[in-house]
């Protein structure tokens, strides 16, 4: 991503060397960039790649926030006097999943989004086909599932890990049923604006792009306390869907599966589209390796 312009078409190809084969499969192809070949419209291998890394996200998350959450965990004693300091280290723990996952192997190939909010966002900007939205979302609610089957799995096996995570519910979300249904929306909402606006912003400018893959963990530490009573401050569909499908808990499931996209669609739409805050332009649907022109490289550097 670059400062400047609004992102109506794709950026202008890069000229291809002899050497990009060594670093690309296809180099012609710039699935990230909204410029797929003809010829190559679907990209398995990015979507299998963010599988894997929303398998990372909900394992460093569940287990982080199990351990930190649950009643009979050894760790929950420690912050029994400290409930906003728990909550928020909560959102610190689950964002640093997400970090990990953009910074590994498989988030250089995909662009390490490994939340469909983030990938909805990149369509919006015209940085990745619908095509290829789909599969990205397909591939991240499959690897939340698979990723939390794991820990469940990981019960069998440990049942004291089995019974803390059941008690708590497997670092599910759920929208608090107290209060009007509203508010835990335009908490949904409004929280996966400031991530998306996060993103594209610190994105925008080649000096802070280092930033980019770093910001969920601090943003949700300090959004926590305050949002995540509500709905438990989830901005991603696939992140509350894999939780859900093993403690049982679809209260107002439709949250979810509507209030992040809107808080996605109405950050780029502020920040790329109307530019009432400066444009930016977003050049590459990434989280993270940013300069690969919207390429995608294969899994593990050849040279």
């Known amino acids: 991503m670059a400062a400047g312009t609004p992102s109506a078409s794709p950026p202008s190809a890069p000229q291809v060397r002899p050497v990009d084969h060594l670093f690309y499969p296809h180099p012609l192809d710039r699935p990230l960039a909204g410029a797929a070949r003809p010829d190559h419209p679907f990209h398995l291998r990015l979507y299998a790649c963010e599988f894997m890394g929303t398998v990372v996200l909900m394992l460093v998350g569940i287990v982080t926030n199990v351990l930190i959450g649950a009643a009979a965990s050894p760790l929950a004693p420690k912050f029994a006097g400290h409930p906003v300091l728990r909550v928020g ?8 999943g997400g970090t990990l996952a953009a910074l ?6 995909s662009g390490g ?14 940085r990745l086909a619908w095509r290829d939205m789909v599969g990205y979302m397909l591939a991240q609610c499959a ?15 440990f049942p004291a890990w089995g019974h803390w995570a059941v008690m708590d519910h497997y670092a599910g979300t ?35 792009r280092w930033l980019t893959p770093l ?18 401050d989830s901005t ?11 403690s049982g808990q679809w209260h107002a499931f439709w949250i979810y599966c509507t209030a992040p996209f809107c808080g996605a669609a109405l950050a780029v739409v502020l920040l790329v589209h109307t530019g009432l805050f400066g444009r930016v332009r977003v050049l590459e649907a990434r989280v993270a390796h940013f300069g690969h022109h919207g390429r995608a490289p294969f899994l593990l550097p050849r040279i």
Do not use: C, D, Q
């Open 215 to 232: 910001l969920s963990g601090p943003l949700f530490f300090m959004l926590n306390p305050f949002e995540a009573w509500l709905s438990g």
């Open 113 to 126: 989004h490994v939340s469909p909010s983030v990938s909805f966002a990149f369509a919006l900007a015209s």
């Open 89 to 96: 280290m909560e959102g610190l723990f689950f964002g640093a």
């Open 236 to 246: 991603n569909l696939a992140r509350s869907l894999g939780p859900a499908v093993f």
């Open 174 to 208: 759920v929208p608090n049923p107290a209060v009007p249904a509203s508010w835990p929306f335009m908490g949904e909402a409004g929280a996966t604006m400031l991530l998306i606006a996060g993103v594209l912003l610190t994105g925008s400018h080649a000096r802070l």
């Open 143 to 157: 690897g939340a599932v698979a990723g939390t089957a794991l820990l469940a799995l990981a019960g069998r096996v």
């Open 104 to 109: 590994s192997p498989f988030g250089r190939v």
